[in-house]
T-cell receptor, first 110, second 114 residues
Framework: GESVGLHLPTLSVQEGDNSIINCAYS??????FIWYKQESGKGPQFIID?????DKRQGQRVTVLLNKTVKHLSLQIAATQPGDSAVYFC?????????FGTGTSLTVIP | SQTIHQWPATLVQPVGSPLSLECTVE??????LYWYRQAAGRGLQLLFY??????ISSEVPQNLSASRPQDRQFILSSKKLLLSDSGFYLC?????????????FGEGSWLTVV
């Protein structure tokens, strides 16, 4: 299977600060990447995606950056809110298969 | 609208008992469907995926099997559960986001084998 990892298993940020969650992937052939948010007891929720021919994509308060040279993906959350507390997963797609990292647990401190 | 449902939401089963988890999607046809398992505090492990009726691909050898008897129905089964089968089981389907074909998850099924 593919190897998708995260640099840090936990991250704590102050409410209102920006959060950055990082992810490394190993398969150079992967051409599509996704970030998910998983709240306790629920299924992962799609946040934002990016194709390998892009370096950056922005959504509402979130930005995904892709560095193909070092096979690194990051999710930036602006003005982090208590509702952002969750586990965040990156995923890479090759063909019909999606492989997930182990997740980073984000805690927002009020 | 396009939705995905899976059930039951929670179940407690004794070791050696059978298992059947069901997943259905609505509002689409011929979707790619997936079963993932998530152990407590761990990432998502791909178990099976299906590109059509009767077509199942298995990612890891295990005590589980999957079937796709209808276009929008995906079933995860076991004849005899093991303690190690406990976990959070997630059905997912593939949809176009405008950027790529990503997978969207159902609500999940919590399985505890005792």
């Amino acid at each position: 299977g593919e190897s998708v990892g995260l640099h840090l298993p936990t991250l704590s940020v102050q409410e209102g600060d920006n959060s950055i969650i990082n992810c490394a992937y190993s398969n150079s052939a992967s051409d599509y990447f996704i970030w998910y948010k998983q709240e306790s007891g629920k299924g992962p929720q799609f946040i934002i995606d990016i194709r390998s021919n892009m370096d950056k994509r922005q959504g509402q308060r979130v930005t995904v950056l892709l560095n193909k040279t070092v096979k690194h993906l990051s999710l930036q959350i602006a003005a982090t809110q208590p509702g952002d507390s969750a586990v965040y997963f990156c995923a890479e797609n090759t063909g019909n298969q999606f492989y997930f990292g182990t997740g980073t647990s984000l805690t927002v401190i009020p | 609208s396009q939705t995905i449902h899976q059930w039951p939401a929670t179940l407690v089963q004794p070791v050696g008992s059978p298992l059947s988890l069901e997943c259905t999607v609505e509002g689409t046809s011929n979707p790619n469907l997936y079963w993932y398992r998530q152990a407590a505090g761990r990432g998502l492990q791909l178990l099976f995926y299906s590109v059509g009726i009767g077509q199942i691909s298995s990612e890891v050898p295990q005590n589980l099997s999957a079937s796709r008897p209808q276009d929008r129905q995906f079933i995860l089964s076991s004849k005899k559960l093991l303690l190690s089968d406990s976990g959070f089981y997630l059905c997912a389907w593939r949809r176009w986001t405008g950027t790529g074909n990503t997978i969207y998850f159902g609500e999940g099924s919590w399985l505890t084998v005792v």
